[in-house]
């Protein structure tokens, strides 16, 4: 008889994986307690997988072998306790989809920055000609992409949600940006728990793998050293020079691997400010473990276009540059965006606060905002933050209210900055919808 897989949620993650174990022969159902989007459903029925949307039939759900639970799902809804108080194994997408790749996995995790480093070295692998997928928190998820297209590499995006889930999953590369402050509603409130959850990207690495780390990070500076890790240890900088693998100097960006240095000047990154320099040196690490060629890799790291969402130019209004960072879903994340800002302020900010501690932007903010737009159904935690910090104060709950107020609060040569620090879902599906909401916005004006 066929193992039996129960799939919680049916969003991009959930519905991968539901098509990848109906392929490999399992026998699958998926429950959501919410309606199910038209295009996931969609593909659950191209599939003939049976589904169901609105509730948990938890009779159908206790008769799994295993369950996937998708990145959404917390850990203690009442039907993740019944099912692990059954005795019945929880993991999820990335662990099942994992057991099925054979190619290399190339993992990037972080607070910050994992997206436009995930995206800038599948950049730098197409181009040196290697049969590479991108998957996991960003675009489609890894299972679907195992399901659909045998690659030679996967580099994987992982939240701290999809790592939680992982047992036996491994990287070949593991990348580890950063870590500060995020969902910490999500872990108890308690930092260690965050920490912990992001340090599973090493789990079960040898002494054929590498692990890339920020050594300028104070969390990885402290804990990196104590690790029982077999795998090869490869930090950078931009601090520091001695013992790391690539650092700055005198405005060249250095990559020395294996006694085989590589420099080319940070003026040439197609990336700027302080945040992305550390995400081309990650990627560039990267790229010299993998052995693609020197030039391939100057070229990636000089012709790379960004992100959508991530500090993105939308349009410049009478002179009023205006800036989509939707993906700036935590503190430290605005911190970037502010830091990089050379010119007046305005900015837009708010959602659902994930226990943000907004101090460490008073002294940015005080520098560079002259007006706060709050964008949310409740915005007391930040105009307690910020209410006497920025000139002007502005409480909105739509994009159109949020990026007309901008318009008329900003002055030519200012910046509109999209930058909310919180998670999107009180007013829009995702940052992604936030975004597009904010660049139409902005085209209407």
Known sequence: MNERIVILGAGESGTGAAVLAVKQGFEVFVSDAGNIK????????????????????????????????????????????????????????????????KGKKICVTGSNGKTTTTNLIWHMMKKAGLKVVMAGNVGKSLALKVAEEEADYYVIELSSFQLDGMYYFKADI???LNITPDHLDRYGYDMENYINSKFRVIRNMGSKDA????????????????????????????KEKKGQTAWIENDELIINYKKNKITMS????SLQGSHNVYNSLAAGITGRVLNIRKEVIRESLSDF????????????????????????????????????????????????DKGNDYSILTGLVKEKVKALICLGEDNQKLVEAFKDVVPTLVETHSMEEAVRNAYFLA?????????PACASFDLFDNYEDRGRQFKRAVRNL
């Open 266 to 269: 940070i003026m040439d990154l």
């Open 411 to 419: 002055a030519d040569g200012d910046v509109v900055l999209l930058s």
């Open 174 to 176: 593991a990348i580890l």
């Open 211 to 238: 692990f890339i780390y920020c050594y300028d990070d104070p969390v990885l500076h402290e804990r990196v050293p104590g690790l029982e890790l077999a795998a090869e240890r490869l930090p950078f900088s931009l």
């Open 38 to 101: 038209y295009n996931y459903r969609k593909r659950l029925e191209d599939y003939n997988i049976p589904y169901e949307e609105g509730s948990h039939d938890l009779k159908m759900i206790l008769e799994a072998d295993e369950v996937i639970k998708s990145p959404g799902v917390p850990d203690d809804t009442p039907v993740i306790r019944e099912v692990r108080k059954h005795g019945i194994p929880v993991i999820s997408e990335i662990e099942f989809a994992g057991r099925f790749i």
């Open 305 to 352: 276009k960004g992100v959508e969402h991530r500090l993105e130019p939308v349009l410049k209004v009478h002179g009023i540059q205006f800036i989509n960072d939707s993906k700036a879903t935590n503190v430290n994340s605005v911190w970037y965006a502010l830091e990089s800002m050379n010119t007046g302020v305005v900015w837009i900010a708010g959602g659902i």
